[in-house]
Every structure is written in C-alpha cells, then in structure tokens.
C-alpha cells in the first residue's frame, strides 16, 4: 500500500469512526429522552394521595360547594392547558373553569366557547381541554380554577394531577397532593345549606 492509499484508507476509517460516534450519541439521547418521559408517566400513574371532598349536603346550586386554587391572572391570548384525574362514588357530572376572581367570575371555557362541564363516573379517568383565552381577568390581581360540586346530593369525588399551564408554564400549586392540602388549595367554599369535607386520602 503506497502513501496515497494508506492516507485515503486512514481518512475513510476515521468517517467510519465519527459516523459511528454520532449515531451512538443520538441513539444514547433518544434513550434517555425516552426514559424520563416513561418516568414522568410512571410518576402520574403511581401518584396514590387524592384529594377527596365528601359532600353531605349539595346545596341548592353547583357553586355552593366549590373547590378551587387561586392562579395569576388570566389574560386574552394565552393558551391554557386544564388536566386532571377524577373519579366519584356515583357518576355525576360536574363544572370545572378558570374564572376571573371577582367581576362577573367569567371563564374562559364557556367564553371560548367550550361547555365546562365534565362526566365524572366511578373508575378513574383524565380529563383535558386547552383553548386560548378571549377574556382578561377583572383586575382582582388573581384568577382561580374552580370546580363546582354541588347540587348533586350526597357523594365523594376525588381529585388528583391537577395541572394548568398558561403558554407551557404550570400555574397549580400541589397538584399531585403530596403536600397538606392547605398547601395552594382554598378551604372549601361552601353555601346555603351545603355541607362537605376536604381531605387528603389515598383510596
């Protein structure tokens, strides 16, 4: 082998070897993206504390029973994404928005258009819904997410991953309920007659 083919033969290896180098990168990459996207799922999944309002009394209208977390104001033209886990001792079927904290409480859900409503039923399941938002909040300095629970007699509904982002950016406190329950979430809003109780449960 002359100079000539011994220096091609040298430069077509290390190709060869640089090739190879790149490929093994990303494949280590593409496994490890893969891993911590199995993991943040295996992590929603193995998630046991639910949080769990025990309704006694309803009330006379869904509002007077309300769960709910404040959350920053919510603004025209931002994308919010609504995902959580529930499930209840009888179906029912409940209203969930992001509503101005004061004025007239709109939220962006029905003024997108979309309804707030969601069917609960006894086996756990997610529920998601994003839209961009056509409403700004009144000024109050704050929004919140608020499920209304009332109006449907006696029963107990659970709660757990609660998450809401604004433009990719989580706005919920303690989602997951690993933290005591006065931790980002609002004492129970209860009215006329209704009666209930919020507690951290694994069920």
Known sequence: MNTSEFKSYK????????TVIRLFLLLSVAILF????????EE??????????????????????????????IQIGVLYELTFDAHASKNV????????AGGD???????SGIAPFFEISTTENTFSVSTVSTINDDGDGHSAIQF??????PYDIYFDN???????????????????????WNELFLD??????????TP
């Open 11 to 18: 430069e077509f290896h290390t190709k060869i070897r640089n």
């Open 34 to 41: 893969s891993s911590c996207e199995k993991k943040d799922e």
């Open 44 to 73: 929603r999944n193995n998630s046991s504390e639910h949080a769990l309002i025990s309704i006694t009394e309803g009330g006379e209208l869904d509002w007077h029973v309300q769960f709910s977390q404040d959350i920053s104001e």
């Open 93 to 100: 079927r409940i209203y969930c928005d992001l509503n101005q």
């Open 105 to 111: 409480y709109k939220g962006i859900l029905h003024y």
């Open 148 to 153: 209304n629970l009332g109006a449907l007699g």
């Open 162 to 184: 609660i998450s809401v982002k604004a433009d990719g950016v989580e706005q919920i406190i303690n989602g997951d309920f690993t933290s005591p329950i006065t931790t980002g």
């Open 192 to 201: 006329g007659t209704a009666e209930a109780t919020l507690s951290i449960v």
